[in-house]
């Protein structure tokens, strides 16, 4: 069983930075693609960034491209999300997500999801 649990969520004024940390457990996790998507109220999950096993290609939704820096330690099992210049339209759940497949396909689909965590970035 794999688990994959989120933290450094929080609130946050326009400009500022964040951290989000993935941690994941219970398979090799160097074997695992993974990839951050978030979904605001009363809109659907979208993809945020993705980050290959070997951590030599990333993927970024134009909205982030500039601010949003995916990586990755295998030797720690965890995947960062460093967010800067944070706007109030990034406002949403951040959920990290673990892929396992011979086709890697960033877009998806995942196979393992974390619970969430939350940020809010106030104007």
């Known amino acids: 069983q794999v688990q994959l649990v989120e933290s450094g969520g929080g609130l946050v004024q326009a400009g500022g930075s964040l951290r989000l940390s993935c941690a994941v457990s219970?398979?090799?996790?160097?074997?695992?693609?993974m990839g951050w998507f978030r979904q605001a109220p009363g809109k659907e999950r979208e993809f945020v960034v993705a980050?290959?096993?070997?951590?030599?290609?990333?993927y970024y939704a134009d909205s982030v491209k500039g601010r949003f820096t995916i990586s990755r330690d295998n030797a720690k099992n965890t995947v960062y999300l460093q967010m800067n210049s944070l706007k109030p339209e990034d406002t949403a759940v951040y959920y990290c997500?673990?892929?396992?497949?011979?086709?890697?396909?960033?877009?998806?689909?995942?196979?393992?999801w974390g619970q969430g965590t939350q940020v809010t970035v106030s104007s």
């Open positions: 997500a673990a892929q396992l497949r011979i086709s890697y396909d960033p877009f998806g689909p995942y196979d393992y």
């Open positions: 219970g398979r090799t996790f160097r074997n695992y693609a």
């Open positions: 980050i290959s096993w070997s951590g030599g290609s990333t």
